[in-house]
């Protein structure tokens, strides 16, 4: 049994299948936003209150991996 070769052999005529210059919405410069000014108190009690509405979920954080820490000492002790 002889298999014939069924794929043609491809011949580039230029056609463009699919157009790739495209304008992105990254490109388009869009006006800046005004910048806030904040004053040296503000901008720390900003941080001071970012630090308390993340620290619990640090906390929680690492409290999960000292747990499996912990569990995988166990189990390979």
Same mark, same amino acid.
């Given at each position: 049994?002889?298999?014939?070769?069924?794929?043609?052999?491809?011949?580039?005529?230029?056609?463009?299948?699919?157009?790739?210059?495209?304008?992105?919405?990254?490109?388009?410069?869009?006006?800046?936003?005004?910048?806030?000014?904040?004053?040296?108190?503000?901008?720390?009690? @900003?941080?001071?209150?970012?630090?308390?509405?993340?620290?619990?979920?640090?906390? @929680?954080?690492?409290?999960?991996? @000292? @747990?499996?820490?912990?569990?995988?000492?166990?189990?390979?002790?």
């Amino acid at each position: 049994m002889n298999k014939k070769n069924k794929n043609k052999e491809y011949i580039d005529d230029g056609h463009t299948i699919y157009d790739m210059n495209v304008d992105a919405k990254w490109n388009n410069k869009k006006e800046k936003t005004p910048s806030v000014m904040v004053t040296k108190e503000e901008r720390w009690t @900003l941080i001071k209150a970012a630090f308390k509405a993340y620290f619990p979920k640090l906390l @929680l954080v690492l409290g999960c991996f @000292l @747990l499996a820490m912990i569990l995988i000492y166990l189990w390979l002790k």
